[in-house]
């Protein structure tokens, strides 16, 4: 086999492989999980009196650029959430911090609920 043979054979194996893997990376997105809780209360602060509470397990779920939170009642007084997954559109994450929503993204709960959503991977 002479060299010319040999490098053309190499750069169709090479371009046929990258043309795979970017193909592969299209059809199937990377998939990242997220997984927490997510606490409400209705005094507007982290610790309530006999004002509302509740916290939801809470998994957010990243694949492509599709972006939802999913939400399962754990404990409270009660679920006032009527919608129970959220798609996210503005977002952004890094090594430590992970920028999603305001509590407005949830109808139903006044702008002065504390609200935190706690998420690990």
């Given at each position: 086999m002479n060299r010319s043979l040999l490098f053309?054979?190499?750069?169709v194996?090479?371009?046929?492989?990258?043309?795979?893997?970017?193909l592969y990376g299209e059809l199937y997105p990377s998939k990242a999980v997220?997984?927490?809780?997510?606490f409400v209360s209705g005094s507007g602060r982290s610790h309530g009196g006999f004002e509302y509470?509740?916290?939801w397990n809470a998994t957010l779920t990243v694949e492509g650029t599709t972006v939802?939170?999913?939400?399962?009642?754990h404990v409270g007084l009660g679920d006032i959430f009527d919608k129970h997954e959220y798609r996210i559109e503005s977002f952004s994450m890094d090594?430590?911090?992970?920028?999603?929503i305001t509590p407005t993204i949830f109808p139903g709960l006044a702008d002065t609920y504390y609200v935190e959503l706690?998420?690990?991977t």
């Open positions: 053309t054979l190499i750069v194996v090479t371009a046929v492989s990258l043309a795979v893997v970017f997220l997984r927490g809780s997510l509470n509740a916290e939802t939170l999913g939400l399962v009642l090594s430590s911090t992970v920028n999603i706690r998420l690990r």
